[in-house]
C-alpha cells in the first residue's frame, strides 16, 4: 500500500510467517529505465534476497502504461532478485489515472494485455508475474473481459480488489464478482476487498470462491490478521500492539524529514482507531506532537 506499507510495516507484519508473500508500494514506471537505487529504495529486500527478515517473499509491484519500459524494468527487478512480479492496474488515484495509470487502464482490455504479455515475455520465467486489478472504471462491464485479457497474456495470478475505481473504498465489496470472473479464467485467483476479520475472511472465501485472499487495511487495522485468519490465532492485545507501534519507530530511514515517522505513527493509528477503541484516546494525546520521543513516551504509557 502506496505511502503505508513500507519495508518497516511489511517486516513488522510478516514476523509471524502468515503471510504467503507481501508486495511492495507500486513503483510508477513511464519511459525511463529506473535506476537500481529506486529498486532498493522501495524494496530494501532486494538486498536480502527479495525477502523480509522472517523470510516472507515479496514481490516488486509496477505500476505503468507503456509495454517497452515496463517490460524493462520488471526485467531489471527480476535481475536485482525480486521473487515476483505485480502489475497494477488497480490505483484509482486521480493523478495516476490522469497521465494514464492505475485503473483507468481497465477501461483498455487490448492496453492491459498487451502491458501483461510484454512483461511476462521479458522477465524470465521462473518468476512469477502476477496481476492487480478492479472490477471496473466506471463499471464492472469489461470485468471478465480484462481478467481474460490477463489470463490469455501468461500472467502467473491475479488478485482482483472487488470493486471499480468509482466505489472507491465503499463498502460492499462484491466478492461475487470474484466468482463470476472465477467461473471464466483457469489462472489462480487472489480475493481481496473488506476483509476485517476472520468473519470476514470465511464470508469471503465462500462468495468469491477463492481460497486464496488479500488484505490491506485490515492488516493494519489489526496486526496479527492474518495470523488470526490462517492459525485462529487471538486478536493481538493492545499493550502488544504498543509494543509494534514502538519497534516501527525504530526502523532505519533514508528518509531526511524529521516529521516522517510521526506522521506515518499518526497515519497507522488511522486504521488501529477501527479495531482498538484504546487507540482513539492516545491518537487524541499524540496528533498535536511533532517530536518522535515525546510520541513513542505517550503510546508506551500502555505497555
Ligand atoms: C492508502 C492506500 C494505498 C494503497 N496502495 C496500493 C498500492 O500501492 N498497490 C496496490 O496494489 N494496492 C494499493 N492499495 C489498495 C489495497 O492493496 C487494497 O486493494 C484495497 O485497500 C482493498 O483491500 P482492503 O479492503 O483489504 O484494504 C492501497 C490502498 C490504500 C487505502
Not at 91 to 98: D, E, G, M, Q, R
Not at 263 to 270: A, D, E, G, Y
Request: proline share 6%; net charge positive; hydrophobic share 40%.
Amino acid at each position: 500500500m502506496e505511502g503505508v506499507v513500507d519495508y518497516a510495516m511489511r517486516d513488522i507484519l510478516t514476523k509471524s510467517g502468515a503471510y504467503d508473500h507481501a508486495v511492495t508500494e507500486f513503483i510508477r514506471i513511464n519511459t525511463q529505465k529506473l535506476p537500481k537505487s529506486v529498486f532498493y529504495k522501495y524494496c530494501p529486500e532486494l538486498l536480502h534476497g527479495g525477502n523480509t527478515q522472517s523470510g516472507t517473499p515479496v514481490y516488486v509491484q509496477l505500476l505503468g502504461q507503456h509495454c517497452d519500459p515496463m517490460a524493462e524494468n520488471a526485467a531489471f527487478a527480476a535481475s536485482l532478485g525480486a521473487p515476483g512480479i505485480d502489475l497494477n492496474f488497480g490505483c484509482p488515484a486521480k493523478t495516476v489515472n490522469k497521465s494514464m495509470g492505475g485503473s483507468i487502464l481497465l477501461q483498455f482490455p487490448d492496453q492491459i494485455h498487451n502491458i501483461v504479455k510484454a512483461v511476462r515475455a521479458g522477465v524470465p520465467k521462473n518468476i512469477p508475474v502476477t496481476v492487480k486489478m478492479r472490477l471496473g472504471y466506471h463499471d464492472k462491464t469489461l470485468a471478465i473481459e480484462n481478467a481474460l485479457a490477463i489470463e490469455e497474456a501468461g500472467a502467473t495470478g491475479l488478485a482482483v480488489h472487488a470493486r471499480t475505481k468509482i466505489e472507491g473504498y465503499k463498502p460492499p465489496a462484491h466478492w461475487q464478482w470474484i466468482a463470476k470472473i472465477g467461473e471464466q479464467v483457469n489462472i489462480p485467483i487472489v480475493a481481496n476487498g473488506d476483509i476485517w476479520s476472520l468473519k470476514d475472511a470465511v464470508e469471503c472465501r465462500k462468495i468469491s470462491n477463492c481460497s486464496d485472499i488479500m488484505i490491506g487495511r485490515g492488516g493494519l487495522s489489526l496486526p496479527n490478521l492474518a495470523d488470526v485468519i490462517k492459525n485462529d490465532t487471538a486478536p493481538l492485545s493492545w499493550p502488544d500492539v504498543c509494543r509494534l507501534l514502538i519497534s516501527y519507530s525504530k526502523y532505519q530511514r533514508d528518509d531526511k524529514k524529521t516529521n516522517f515517522l510521526p506522521s506515518r505513527i499518526k497515519q497507522w493509528f488511522s486504521y488501529l482507531q477501527r479495531q482498538y477503541p484504546q487507540a482513539q484516546g492516545v491518537f487524541k494525546e499524540i496528533k498535536t506532537h511533532k517530536e518522535l520521543a515525546h510520541i513513542t513516551s505517550i503510546i508506551a504509557r500502555d505497555l
